[in-house]
């Protein structure tokens, strides 16, 4: 079945980088866009960026551009998104999602990213 | 950007009652070449991600019950689930991507009453 499964919790720093890896299988990796939302604490979803993993192209919603790096490795159909320059506000459960028509399905389950001093 | 705006923010049914959600978008999300409208709805139970619900605005996902049905064109839509059940209980979002900048309503949270 088609199914994403993403990275550990991690602990950051104020000012640090984290890196979240998502690992596709049961589908054609490079036939589908993945896409990167997070969700802090008892908040709505909030849409980061999408990445072709054929190509390598990538597009973000403006608030994360210069912060947000969306990259893949296609031998192990695997995307990560990595966020630099973290602050508390950037606590959140980040998910990793395949964009189908520009629907998301499936989801990840989810990686918790808490940046604390 | 396309500003998705959704409403209530949280209602409360009894079981076996009709729910219904509003979601607007600040601009048209319809495709007129391909007659579709860019629009998804998603359910999010409490410490689970989202599921998708319903995609191109009226479509069921498979394996969704059909007492979800998702209507509407342009920039309204509507979410209706016809008979709640308790394990409707959840916040509902919606998500246009009519764009390549995709974006989702605020969420509506689903109780029983």
């Known amino acids: 079945q088609v199914q994403l499964v993403q990275s550990g919790a991690e602990v950051k720093k104020p000012g640090a980088s984290v890196k979240v890896s998502c690992k596709a299988s049961g589908y054609t990796f490079t036939n589908y866009d993945i896409n990167w939302v997070r969700q802090a604490t008892g908040q709505g979803l909030e849409w980061m960026g999408w990445m072709n993993p054929h190509t390598g192209n990538t597009g973000s919603a403006q608030k994360f551009q210069g912060r947000l790096t969306m990259t893949r490795d296609t031998s192990i159909t695997t995307a990560y998104m990595e966020l630099s320059s973290l602050r508390s506000e950037d606590t959140a459960v980040y998910y990793c999602?395949?964009?189908?028509?520009?629907?998301?399905?499936?989801w990840g389950q989810g990686t918790l990213v808490t940046v604390s001093s | 950007d396309i500003v998705m705006t959704q409403s209530p923010d949280s209602l409360a049914v009894s079981l076996g009652e009709r729910a219904t959600i509003s979601c607007k978008s600040s601009?048209?999300?319809?495709?007129?070449?391909?007659?579709?409208?860019?629009l998804a709805w998603y359910q999010q139970r409490p410490g689970q991600p989202p599921k998708l619900l319903i995609y191109w605005a009226s479509i069921r996902e498979s394996g969704v019950p059909d007492r979800f049905i998702g209507s509407g064109s342009g920039t309204d839509f509507t979410l209706t689930i016809t008979s709640l059940q308790a394990e409707d209980v959840a916040v509902y979002y919606c998500q246009q991507y009519y764009d390549s900048l995709f974006s989702f309503g605020p969420g509506t949270k689903v109780d029983i009453k």
């Open positions: 601009q048209s999300v319809f495709y007129s070449s391909d007659n579709r409208n860019s």
């Open positions: 999602a395949r964009s189908r028509y520009g629907d998301f399905v499936p």
